[in-house]
């Protein structure tokens, strides 16, 4: 669905602009540009005014020093709108930069555009795409916010959905490029009264006299559907960042059930397990996860739970039919490592001159990490040799962990952003793999679109405790951030844990079965193969064999923080819908057709992921109870 057409004005002598929605109904009233140098002065739009130059918009700040220039270009059209900033220092000292909005505007009581704030909702993106980070400063990662108090405030990193008060439609306003600086998107609320803003940070970077600084750009476009609004979002960002997607390979990860003690044994008894059980199914990589390797930093080295050696037992892989997958955590680097003794000055650090530690409260052994420093040649060429080698090896798919260590906060070799540091080091690792499919986990998620294939679109499905508990906050996440996947990435929606463990049954399992497959992406089992009962053993070969389609949307998606009815598109007119019940107790539920474009459909609905037979259906679909805990799934064909 296409974006419909935002008004955009400019009031030339106030140094400001207005957004208006579909129809000219004021959406954004005021807002302006402003920027913060590395010395805390503050400049801003309304100081300078504007003078139109050919199709831009341009400033004149600091007696003429600094010259800022707004181009605005209609995407979709007619549709959203696309805005390009950019910085010159017409001066003659250097310019050094801190921040700058490209967008800060109040929203007065009683502005049409978006209705009472007390009655938004906002769909935050986290800092990273795995689970809570620091730098989410509310402890929460992707979250559906509302505005109930009288002061309220949220960050969304990239991208954001504001659904109106009205709704259903709303503003998505999000960095469509993310080459250079981190970005993000605040909402504040208080009182009646309302702040937007968008910022890009740079770190206090350098302008030198003559030269132009390119900021990220920013789209904004008013959707009636913010689900098909966000998905627009995405492939605009995917396309602008050349990002192009391919479908992700199914197969087995050591980490969910073995966890830091895997070894080598007990890795190729799995992969002999999957050659016999899953034989006729589409499960082809076999992969390490963490544990093989002696520290964080020494990746060419394996410890005494793999004797033979990671080159070894990529071969053993090989002579099974298999393609060997290897964990790494490229920019974490362990006090004890030979790399944090050999190469200290390899390091991000404070202004001090000393490596900055990290501290993980729940890392094995209790002892902070530091980051590389990707800016630094050496470290470069460091990671083209260690990642060409592995490939050397026989590993064709690599699941890169713990990637936020290469943009920590710092002091580097070299004046760049910290996005331009992370993106030379994974570029650095990508040209060292190859055509290796490359997995980004915990990863500030825009510096990676372009980079990767594949990225985890949530926290650890079983890090332990209650397997039912873990899996319904892994599965919200992985939902919310669907409009991702087949647009920057294929989605992995973490492993597939089919055990009976602690807080799971037939019903979690089949849960966990339904909300990977409706995310459209990564299969991969988290079990230990030869273990798994015969009935949970059939759960997965049913999934594994079952087509894969594009990302199930939430058709609650703003109605209630865990989504309950994910819809997956499936051909012209078919659907595949899966209801989840995060309950104690059954729910009844019934699906209204309106949903999804129907009056009339044939319903067959699945049992341990296979189809049973036909049932009409006018108006909705009437579920049966969904179990605690559990999932319904069915497929929908309009007639």
Known sequence: MKPKPLALSVNANRGTLSLARPGGIPLIPEFWLEFESADGAAFTTCQGGFKREGKSWV???????????????????????????SLKNCGEETLRLKQVRLLRGRLPAGSPGLGDPGQWKLLKMGYTFGGAHKEDGDGRCSALVDFPGRR???????????????GPGGLVLGFATSRRQMAWVDVKREGGEAELSATVETEGGEVLPGKTLELERLYLG????????????????????????????????????????????A??????????????????????????????????????????GMEWLAGEIRKLGFVPGIWAAPFAVQPFSKLFREHPDWLVKDPAGNPIPWDVEWAEPKTPWYGLDTSHPDVLAWLKETFGRLRRAGYRYFKLDFLFMGCL???????????????????????????????????PYPPCVGLVDGARTSHDIYPGGSLADSFGEASREAHQRFWANGSLWSADADAVVLRQAEGSDESVAGAVAASVLLSGGTVMSGDALPELPPDRARLMESLLRAKRGSAGVPLDLFERERPRVVAQ????????????????????????????????????????????????????????????RGAVVCDVTGK
């Not at 400033?59 to 390009?84: F, K, M, N, Y």
């Not at 309220?152 to 009205?166: E, F, I, K, Q, T």
């Not at 076999?286 to 793999?306: H, P, S």
């Not at 910290?418 to 190859?434: K, P, Q």
Request: proline share 6%.
């Open 59 to 85: 400033c004149g700040l600091a007696d003429g020093e600094i010259r800022l220039t707004l181009g605005v270009e209609r995407v979709a059209a007619p549709g959203g709108l696309l805005l390009s900033v």
């Open 152 to 166: 309220d405030a949220a960050r969304s990193w990239g991208v954001a959905a504001l659904r109106s008060a009205s």
């Open 222 to 265: 008013w959707h009636d559907d913010l689900a098909a609004g966000l998905s627009f979002f995405g492939r605009l960002h995917g396309r602008l960042m050349g990002a192009k997607p391919r479908p992700a390979p199914a197969g087995w990860c050591s980490w969910y059930f073995y966890r830091s003690g895997v070894t080598e044994q």
């Open 267 to 308: 890795v190729i008894e799995n992969a002999k397990f999957a050659r016999e059980r899953f034989r006729a199914s589409p499960l082809s990589v076999i992969q390490v996860d963490d544990g093989w390797e002696g520290a964080y930093g020494d990746w060419l080295e394996a410890n005494k739970r793999f004797p033979h």
């Open 409 to 443: 906060r710092g002091v580097r070799a070299e004046r760049v952003t910290r996005v331009e540091a992370f993106r030379r080091g994974l570029s650095a690792i990508r040209s060292a793999v190859g055509d290796s499919f490359v997995l980004a986990c915990t990863a």
């Open 569 to 628: 598109p499936a051909g012209r007119r078919r659907w595949r819908v899966g209801v989840f019940n995060f309950d104690p107790f059954p729910r009844s539920v019934a699906l209204d057709l309106r949903k999804l474009g129907l009056a009339r459909a044939e319903v067959r609905f699945l049992h341990g992921l296979e189809a049973g037979a036909p049932v009409k259906a006018r108006g909705r679909v009437m579920f049966p109870p969904v179990p605690p």
